[in-house]
T-cell receptor
Framework: DSGVTQTPKHLITATGQRVTLRCSPR?????VYWYQQSLDQGLQFLIQ???????AKGNILERFSAQQFPDLHSELNLSSLELGDSALYFC??????????????FGPGTRLTVL | EDQVTQSPEALRLQEGESSSLNCSYT??????LFWYRQDPGKGPEFLFTLYSAGEEKEKERLKATLTKKESFLHITAPKPEDSATYLCAVRPGGYQKVTFGIGTKLQVIP
């Protein structure tokens, strides 16, 4: 158990809908990262937050957005969902997100199925 | 652009048959190379971080090594419970974005 929690574990929804995925980082970690993993695809970095502020952006679609709250939990919002958005979404956290020695610890993921 | 290539894509071993997984990378100013283990439907589990060429780290039956262009994950006398996908990732200097490879799917047969 990495100490990173994600809810829900599974989410089934329809095209065009909007969903919110939630992540709580390990105790003491200030930085949160979101990744998407599609079938037979590598982990694709979406976005990073550090202490409430956006720090880095990857291949995140405009239909997707995220935020990190004062209690350091983070939410990933996915809107106007398409079939191709079906994937595993992982959250990871690290101590600072600034130091090269930081290690990212991953949560168990949320499996999103868009029908 | 940072690139990570892992080979082979899949590997099937008999229990006790040692082997190595390869991770070739292209990155601007490597600041860390990471190995993770991922079981189906689960989150990646951190194994090792390597920072400089020549560095080696060990954990049970696993040993990770690093050169200037690639990293190897050596598996000695594997057991069926070592079956998983092993992911390699790199982080360039001055930036926190980590680039992952697609992984090597390892199956260890009893």
């Amino acid at each position: 158990d990495s100490g990173v929690t994600q809810t829900p574990k599974h989410l089934i929804t329809a095209t065009g809908q909007r969903v919110t995925l939630r992540c709580s980082p390990r105790s003491g970690d200030l930085s949160v990262y979101w990744y998407q993993q599609s079938l037979d695809q590598g982990l694709q970095f979406l976005i990073q937050y550090y202490n409430g502020e956006e720090r880095a952006k990857g291949n995140i679609l405009e239909r997707f957005s995220a935020q990190q709250f004062p209690d350091l939990h983070s939410e990933l919002n996915l809107s106007s969902l398409e079939l191709g958005d079906s994937a595993l979404y992982f959250c990871a956290s690290s101590v600072t997100g600034q130091v090269s020695t930081d290690t990212q610890y991953f949560g168990p993921g949320t499996r999103l199925t868009v029908l | 652009e940072d690139q990570v290539t892992q080979s082979p894509e899949a590997l099937r071993l008999q229990e006790g048959e040692s082997s190595s997984l390869n991770c070739s990378y292209t990155v601007s100013g490597l600041r860390g190379l990471f190995w993770y283990r991922q079981d189906p439907g689960k989150g990646p589990e951190f194994l090792f971080t390597l920072y400089s060429a020549g560095e080696e780290k060990e954990k049970e039956r696993l040993k990770a090594t690093l050169t200037k262009k690639e990293s190897f994950l050596h598996i000695t006398a594997p057991k069926p419970e070592d079956s998983a996908t092993y992911l390699c990732a790199v982080r360039p200097g001055g930036y926190q974005k980590v680039t992952f490879g697609i992984g090597t799917k390892l199956q260890v047969i009893p």
